[in-house]
């Protein structure tokens, strides 16, 4: 059956076939909502990217979300200390599917100065999967806007048929830390 | 007034507490343990240095030491340095909580990140780390933390 069998003439200028991919990721690439979390310093060069000067709602972010169960998208602004570890996956595990994680900042990236101290995770990505990493101390907003468009990339790359998430049985929940007399410990019965 | 004019001051004032002068880039007063609290309150309510702003511990190789800064909100002049030596087993001082209350926290923290007690402190309990934490992160010997991630 091709094309022409199908869209009744009158119809053609009208109607757009496309993948169902390529529709479904325009759409959701196009209005990425960003939880509103900032942990350091980090997060003023995000709070500056969301106003009039540098536009975030210009790529669909409209605001920070206040709450996690609206959001997709993650930007870790700054340092992880390990007190605020658990806050973070569980923040994480809130948010519904699909969601991305944006490391922005050295902080973020692996700790950034204070990678050897007592306090702080060495990287985010060690408590949670990461989708675009950031650089920069801290990072202009000119860099989060590309590190967002790299994101909306790697969204339109996206195909339901293989993402993690979209899946009856996807479970990706992360276990949230504890706090142990040596530093942080996973939580006991773990799938891990 | 320099320093010096205020330690010469406080050591022809309160003979009966035995006053060291510290010289080098911060000059200090080191005060013995024992009349920390006398002295505290002889600052506060003669001299008028009513405001504690910091309580500093620092981790010597012989000796543990803590460092009050004191200041007056009702005349010129500070910080006033007092440092007091703590020894290096089971090192312990009287709290200065009941003088200045801003003493508090502070107090806590120095025994969340360099165990130094504070005798008389209404809640010495950890302020930064969490309870259950072993250690004292800030000493020179604390060994690091160990850690368990769920992605390496
Ligand atoms: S990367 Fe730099 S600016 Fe960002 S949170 Fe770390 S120290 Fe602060």
Redesign the interface.
């Known amino acids: 059956m091709t094309q022409e069998d199908t869209v009744p003439p009158e119809l053609k200028r009208n109607v757009f076939i496309a993948p169902v991919d390529w529709i479904y990721n325009l759409g959701r690439a196009a209005s990425v909502w960003p939880v509103m979390f900032g942990v350091a310093c980090c997060a003023f060069e995000m709070i500056v990217t969301v106003t009039s000067r540098f536009d975030l709602a210009r790529f669909g972010m409209e605001f920070l979300r206040a709450s996690p169960r609206q959001s997709e998208l993650m930007i870790v602004s700054g340092t992880v200390t390990k007190k605020m570890a658990p806050q973070v996956v569980r923040l994480y595990d809130q948010m519904p599917e699909p969601k991305y994680v944006l490391a922005m900042g050295a902080c973020a990236i692996s700790g950034g100065p204070f990678k050897d101290g007592y306090n702080v995770v060495p990287g985010v990505d060690k408590l949670l999967p990461v989708n675009v990493y950031v650089p920069g101390c801290p990072p202009r907003p000119e860099s989060l806007l590309d590190a967002i468009l790299k994101l909306h990339k790697q969204i339109r790359a996206e195909t339901i048929r293989t993402s993690p998430w979209y899946r009856k049985d996807a479970d990706r929940e992360i276990p949230v830390p504890e706090y142990g007399p040596r530093g942080l410990v996973l939580p006991k019965g773990d799938k891990s | 007034m320099t320093a010096k004019e205020t330690f010469d001051r406080l050591a022809a004032k309160f003979p009966q507490f035995p006053l060291g002068y510290l010289e080098g880039k911060d000059t200090a007063i080191l005060v013995k343990g024992e009349n920390l609290v006398g002295l505290a309150q002889h600052m506060r309510d003669d001299e008028e240095y009513d405001y504690c702003s910091s309580i500093t511990g620092v981790d010597y190789p012989d000796r543990f030491e803590v460092v009050y800064h004191l200041y007056s909100t009702k005349k010129e002049g500070g910080p006033v340095i007092l440092k007091v030596h703590a020894e290096r087993e089971n090192p312990m001082l009287p709290s200065v909580v009941s003088i200045w209350p801003t003493a508090n926290w502070q107090e806590r923290e120095v025994w969340d990140l360099m165990g130094i007690r504070f005798s008389g402190h209404p809640n010495l309990t950890r302020i930064?780390?969490?309870e259950?934490?072993?250690?004292h992160?800030l000493r020179k010997d604390?060994p690091?933390?160990?850690?368990?991630?769920?992605?390496?």
């Open positions: 930064l780390m969490w259950g934490f072993e250690g992160p604390f690091g933390s160990e850690d368990e991630y769920i992605f390496g």
